[in-house]
């Protein structure tokens, strides 16, 4: 059941958090997308809401509006309006995890295996990879770097974007959304 956090209320205590380990959030696609946005996996705040990239601090929501492909800023609870849009959202790893280091190389490499899977049946335009490290386990790819890739998953092109945690501190909300920008003027050229 999806919760959002009531005005004035914080959010869920780390026991309330912890009951979650091992939970999933369904995808947010359907056939023809322009892009499916594939996250690592989700964590626990995601799990508990039951929507993408729900932790407060997470910044794909605003540099995904900053960087043009939403005419406003998406709070996670309005995810589904994505697919008006073209878009959609997935994650490597289905398991919710506190942190994305608790994640085996095994279950990344399924993982990248599922995606093609999933990719093979949604038929998006686009796959964009919301974390290096874990796509270059995914696809045995030590040389991939943010942008597009020469590879393909199942006839979609691929581009390779930073992780949006808040705990990324490679990258600022300007610098993603910069990216992010950079794949929607491939996507609409």
Not at 58 to 65: S, Y
Not at 72 to 89: K, S, V
Not at 125 to 152: C, H, I, K
Request: charged fraction near 20%.
């Amino acid at each position: 059941m999806a919760r959002s956090t009531a005005p004035g209320r914080r959010g869920p205590g780390r026991e309330e958090l912890l009951r979650y380990v091992g939970g999933t959030v369904p995808p947010v696609a359907a056939p023809g997308l322009r892009v499916l946005f594939c996250g690592i996996n989700p964590g626990l705040w995601t799990a508990w809401t039951g929507f993408h990239f729900a932790r407060p601090g997470n910044r794909f929501w605003p540099a995904l509006h900053r960087s043009g492909f939403t005419p406003r800023q998406l709070a996670p609870a309005e995810q589904h309006e994505l697919l008006g849009l073209g878009l959609g959202i997935t994650n490597v790893v289905e398991r919710a995890t506190a942190t994305a280091a608790e994640l085996t190389k095994q279950e990344i490499r399924a993982g990248g295996e599922r995606l093609v899977a999933d990719v093979q049946r949604w038929a998006p335009r686009f796959v964009a990879v919301l974390g290096v490290t874990t796509y270059r386990t995914a696809f045995d790819d030590r040389t991939a770097s943010v942008g597009p890739q020469e590879r393909r998953l199942a006839g979609a092109r691929v581009w390779l974007l930073p992780n949006p945690s808040g705990l990324n501190a490679h990258y600022s909300l300007d610098a993603l959304s910069d990216r992010l920008a950079e794949l929607r003027r491939a996507v609409e050229g």
